[in-house]
């Protein structure tokens, strides 16, 4: 069939006499009515020659040339960035939620009844051990213990002169001028005097301990909270309040749980002196502290399943506080030289998970694999990929097996494997990428803590 080569003006000059004719005529109904019929009808025309490739305009002159409309059949090279599989150690590692503990947490309360005179600190103060805090009226204090003083005194002085009358007694009785029982009743007078002496001591003790406790001291290294009582009050031992809460804050200690099947992982990890402990912020990310697992508990809470945790942090700089939330990592173990991958560049399929390998031709090819441990940075590749091979890293929603791809980070792959690939990362690239041969001599690559 001969091709019509039909041009936009062709069309309009037959439309403009269509409209011609019409206006003169649109005042009769038969006019009105075939004038829309026939705009229907162009516009059906049109509609099917441009679809049949039948109308044609200066735009796709070479199209006809050819013998039809352009190849469509390919939607050219697809877009993507790729990254190389590296050897790195791995660190095996559990994440919890733990909360921040205080070593030691000491209410101050007053052990006499008074009216508080001073306060010795201010709030928020570091305070060290036996360091003034606080102190209350000792008057009635010091007058008792006045009077167990000048009470020892008194006993003390019966007894020296009890000893020197039973000294006298005893040379009299050797010279046969005293009774023996004269000599008795002296001798069991001293000792009743000194009886009395050691309960006058015991009384002192306890009056300079009572007057010792109206003024308070901090029991511990820690820091002063907010004051709980105001200079002035008249202070009780039953009070609850106390008077300031101090908390030690160096060391820490962090608390968490975790599943029973883990319990035999960590307990392996501390014998081996590995179990260390990293506090995360709150994007699980940014490290805050590094410490160690201080105690694991005797016993698995039945209830939930969990055994808890205690790891300690010397908090030399204060950045975990009593009471927090935070986020823990426990590295239990380091897989040595394992391939890997960035968690995105492994797909998961009816057959198990795979991967886009790029190939020489430049052109993805789908492979089979076995992952290993993964976290959501990367991937451990146990079997089906080796160290050195370009794996693509996006653009999965329209690539398959054998699609030519189009690299968007070239330069970066390139830099990465001057510089020797210290760094795992994912990288985006452009098309020519020098394809590194898989080899057994590939470089080791350090892996940081998994972030």
């Known amino acids: 069939m001969k091709r019509l080569n039909l041009k936009n003006s062709d069309l309009k000059k037959l439309g403009q006499k269509l409209l011609g004719y019409s206006r003169a005529n649109l005042h009769r109904p038969s006019v009105r009515i075939g004038l829309a019929c026939g705009l229907l009808l162009l516009a059906y025309i049109g509609s099917s020659l441009y679809h049949n490739g039948i109308f044609s305009s200066s735009s796709n002159k070479k199209n006809d040339l050819t013998g039809g409309p352009a190849d469509f059949k390919g939607e050219g090279p697809i877009t993507t960035t790729v990254t190389r599989a590296l050897v790195a150690d791995v660190p095996v590692s559990i994440d919890a939620v733990g909360t921040v503990q205080a070593l030691n947490t000491v209410t101050i309360r007053t052990q006499v009844d008074g009216r508080l ?91 300079k301990t009572t007057l010792d406790y109206a003024t308070i001291r901090s029991p511990i290294d820690g820091r002063a909270g907010i004051r709980l009582v105001d200079v002035g009050n008249l202070l009780k031992t039953t009070d609850q309040n106390g008077i300031v809460v ?81 986020n823990v990592r426990l590295m239990l173990d380091t897989i040595k030289d394992a391939i890997v991958t960035p968690s995105p560049a492994v797909q998961r399929g009816p057959n198990g998970a795979f991967v886009y390998v790029l190939g020489e031709d430049g052109r993805a090819h789908m492979r089979s694999v076995t992952t290993g441990r993964q976290d959501e940075s990367q991937v451990v590749i146990t079997s089906g990929l080796t160290a050195g091979e370009v794996v693509i890293a996006s653009g999965f929603s329209r690539l398959s097996d054998g699609a030519k791809v189009r690299v968007m980070n070239a330069e970066s792959l390139e830099s990465g494997d001057k510089s020797g690939g210290a760094t795992k990362k994912s990288f985006e690239n452009k098309n020519d990428i020098p394809l590194k041969k898989s080899s057994q001599g590939s470089p080791k690559q350090e892996a940081a803590p998994k972030q």
């Open 117 to 207: 005179m001073r306060l010795a600190f201010s709030e928020g103060q570091d305070v060290h051990k036996d360091d003034i805090l606080a102190e209350i009226d000792p008057a009635l204090y010091l007058a008792q213990y006045e009077q167990a003083v000048a009470k020892k005194a008194q006993d003390d002085a019966n007894l020296a002169n009890a000893r020197i009358d039973l000294a006298r007694y005893e040379k009299l009785i050797a010279a046969k001028y005293a009774s023996h029982q004269q000599y008795s009743t002296q001798k069991a007078l001293v000792q009743q005097l000194e009886a009395q002496s050691r309960a006058d001591q015991a009384a002192l003790d306890s009056a």
């Open 246 to 326: 101090v908390t030690q804050l160096k060391p820490i200690f962090v608390m968490f749980t975790l599943p029973q099947q883990s319990l035999l992982s960590v307990q392996k990890a501390q014998k081996a002196g590995i179990a260390s402990v990293l506090a995360l912020g709150s994007d699980n990310a940014s490290p805050i502290a590094q410490g160690e697992l201080a105690v694991i508990d005797n016993q698995i809470d039945q209830l939930t399943g969990t055994v808890r945790l205690k790891a300690q942090f010397e908090n030399t700089d204060l950045s975990l506080w009593p009471g927090q939330f935070i």
